[in-house]
């Protein structure tokens, strides 16, 4: 058996409150986009050099268990 990350809906409102842009690896690969949990990856590559996602509200609404969702992709996939 898999055990799955919870989904995030695609809402504004998650989106929103997302803190991608203002973490350090976002920055340093200058990445585009937000909601990478509920949206999937990021279209360009991350250099990983640190992620907020423990410290977001979105992240611990749904629960997730997981970070890097710019390059690793969406938490109900992983
Ligand atoms: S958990 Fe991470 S990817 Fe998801 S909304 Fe928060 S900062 Fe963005
Ligand atoms: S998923 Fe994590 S590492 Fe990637 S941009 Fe969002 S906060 Fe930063």
Do not use: H
Request: proline content about 8%; aromatic content about 8%; some cysteine.
């Amino acid at each position: 058996m898999k055990f799955m990350g919870n989904k995030v809906p695609d809402s504004e409102e998650n989106a929103n409150r997302c803190l991608c842009p203002t973490c350090p690896t976002y920055k340093k690969s200058q990445l585009s986009g937000t909601l990478f949990c509920g949206r999937g990856k990021a279209q360009q590559k991350p250099i990983q050099t640190g992620c907020l996602c423990p410290n977001c509200p979105v992240w611990k609404q749904y629960s997730l268990d997981s970070m890097y969702y710019c390059a690793m992709g969406k938490s109900e996939e992983l």
